[in-house]
């Protein structure tokens, strides 16, 4: 956990470890998981007038009273705020999209403070994911009063029946502008803009004091703000796929701003499908077992339709979900899905204490670092357990067999626990502490249906439990004559010497445990000081019970060629196991997602 700790993810249920590298999908937020969060507007239409915001001459050229109107609707119908830091300077605080706005708003040449104490705020509605716009009314000098809304682009114009033109005149909202206007619209959003579309009401003197009207606006204009993606999630894209994860974008952007990022993210295929949360709310059952497999994109979607692709996910498709989440309202997501992954910065408390693991920076790349250590924690304890396993078949068919057929067991009650403290404590300890590697995300995903022992992992126990009986039964039924053991002492030597060589075996075995399907086995093994560590202590701790503790252990000093055929034994297990990988068998049945349903 410390160390995944250092890789930007905190655990907060352990148990989600093992869990994702188990996972098949992985549902994530576009907005600073995806992107970076760093937005700016870099295009707009006023006027009727669609326009480069880093150019001067164009933003310099819209009518006064247009300039008036749009920083009276920016500096008011915000969450965000500008303040004075210590330095003198501006500093904007808010989100990133509040942010974008301010500093559109301040190029301009707005003065933030002077305008909002111009207005008096009556009454504000905040942004909500139902209704995906935010609206204030403000009382102005002269009892005048303005509603002013913002939000989803389609939404706000929809709205509007009057716009600005470039003289500054307000006119009808006939079809052909408003058709113009949703063709600049998709345009932004083909470009990855994220579209934002600003508008205000004049309200009659007394009608301040009801609800914010949803219709009768007057257009001001659409910005398209600029959230580049994140360096090296086009890659962690391509990672998840050829891992068998497969991911999906769902997020509440317009549907082609959606489609342009996953587009670029690498999420979004030619085969595959996007759509609009308003869709996939009206699919019935039988439509969404054809559609949930091929969709990839999900727009302009709410909390509740996160919630119910889960839900699907999981219990439909027998998937397992990862699923990303920062608002309050993504909190029943996280809680259905197998895993969930809160972000640290723009997360809610919240998410954060309905997720099992927080991702500290927010980004997607991260995600599939956890992944990588999920695999990483599921296949070492597969390891261990391929030894233990090894271990304790190798030491009963021993004990049995002697026990049957000369009516004594070659492993005392003390050497069999110097093995047990071998197969369980240290093994655990040098197995467990094995680090991921790239070639964890190279290989299909266990799933909720994969068998924990696998074909590879049997093929590898039997192979080597096969050996190992072989060489001890050969020592105790030929090892007096081999060494020539004679005298009083021989039983006891020769019990000793297939004690040696047990230990040796399984001091070899752990290290070809390191990897249960490739052949090089020592790749990385001087870098886990770990585990050297442990066979280290084993090896010298063995050679102190042999030659030193002979009263505690039932044992008898060696001689040096003892020693040397003893360690012989134990490493021609090493291209025995190797010999062993060779043996073709199918890792585990694969798992048809779909072709049940």
């Not at 599939?368 to 357990?385: E, H």
Request: with cysteine; hydrophobic share 45%.
């Amino acid at each position: 956990m410390e160390k995944m700790m250092n890789d930007k993810a905190l655990v907060r249920q352990l148990a989600a470890c093992e869990t994702m590298g188990s996972a098949t999908v992985i549902c994530s937020d576009k907005t600073g998981t995806l992107t970076s969060n760093r937005m700016t507007v870099v295009k707009a239409c006023i006027c009727g007038n669609a326009m480069e915001v880093n150019d001067p001459l164009s933003t310099s050229e819209l009518p006064q009273v247009v300039v008036e109107t749009l920083l009276e609707s920016i500096f008011n119908n915000t969450s965000g705020d500008v303040v004075i830091n210590q330095d003198g300077e501006q500093d904007i605080i808010g989100t990133p999209t509040e942010a974008a706005l301010l500093e559109f708003a301040l190029s301009l040449g707005g003065n933030y403070k002077q305008k909002r104490q111009e207005a008096k705020i009556l009454k504000v509605e905040p942004f909500r994911s139902a209704k995906k716009r935010m609206s204030v009314i403000l009382e102005l000098p002269g009892r005048r009063y303005h509603a002013h809304c913002k939000g989803a682009s389609e939404i706000v114009l929809a709205a509007c029946d009057k716009f600005i033109d470039g003289s500054g005149s307000i006119v009808p909202l006939d079809r052909k502008t408003s058709n113009k206007f949703n063709d600049i619209i998709e345009i932004f959003s083909s470009e990855a803009l994220r579209t934002l579309c600003l508008a205000y009401r004049v309200l009659e003197d007394g009608s301040s004091h009801e609800e914010i009207p949803l219709q009768g606006y007057t257009f001001i204009g659409i910005v398209g703000i600029k959230d580049p993606v994140r360096p090296g999630v086009r890659q962690s894209v391509a990672s998840c796929r050829s891992a068998g994860i497969a991911v999906k974008m769902v997020t509440g952007d317009n549907i082609n701003t959606a489609k342009a990022i996953a587009r670029e993210c690498g999420i979004l295929t030619d085969d595959g499908l996007a759509i609009e949360g308003a869709e996939f709310r009206e699919k019935s059952p039988k439509e969404l077992l054809e559609l949930i497999p091929k969709m990839q994109v999900l727009a302009r979607s709410s909390p509740l339709d996160k919630n119910t692709l889960v839900k699907h996910l999981r219990t439909t498709f027998n998937e397992v979900v990862a699923v990303t989440g920062d608002g309050t309202n993504d909190a029943p997501a996280l809680r259905e899905a197998d895993i969930g992954l809160a972000m640290g910065i723009a997360g809610t408390e919240v998410a954060k204490e309905s997720a099992d693991v927080i991702i500290l920076d927010d980004n997607f790349s991260t995600i599939v670092t956890v992944a990588k250590w999920g695999r990483s924690v599921y296949i070492n304890i597969q390891k261990f357990v391929q030894f233990q396993l090894t271990v304790n078949i190798v030491a009963l068919l021993v004990n049995f067999s002697s026990a049957c057929f000369t009516g004594d067991a070659p492993l005392t009650a003390v050497q069999l626990l110097w093995v047990n403290m071998i197969m369980d404590t240290l093994g655990a300890l040098a197995l467990a502490t094995e680090p991921p590697n790239d070639n964890l995300m190279e290989k299909a995903p266990v799933g909720r249906t994969g068998k924990f022992i696998t074909n590879v992992m049997w093929r590898n126990i039997l192979g080597q439990s096969l050996y190992q009986f072989t060489v001890l039964w050969y020592l105790q039924s030929q090892g007096r004559f081999v060494f020539g053991l004679e005298g009083s002492e021989a039983d006891t030597v020769l019990n000793t010497i297939i004690f040696n060589t047990f230990v040796f075996c399984q001091v070899f075995n752990e290290v070809s445990s390191r990897e249960m399907e490739e052949i090089n086995v020592l790749k990385g093994l001087a870098e886990n000081s770990i585990f050297v560590g442990v066979l280290t202590g084993t090896v010298i701790f063995q050679f102190i019970l042999v030659q030193f503790l002979g009263d505690f252990a039932n044992t008898t000093p060696l001689t040096q060629l003892q020693w040397l055929i003893c360690v012989l034994f134990g490493f021609l297990g090493m291209p025995i196991a190797a010999a062993i990988k060779l043996i073709s068998v199918e890792p585990h049945a694969e798992d048809d997602r779909y072709g049940t349903l």
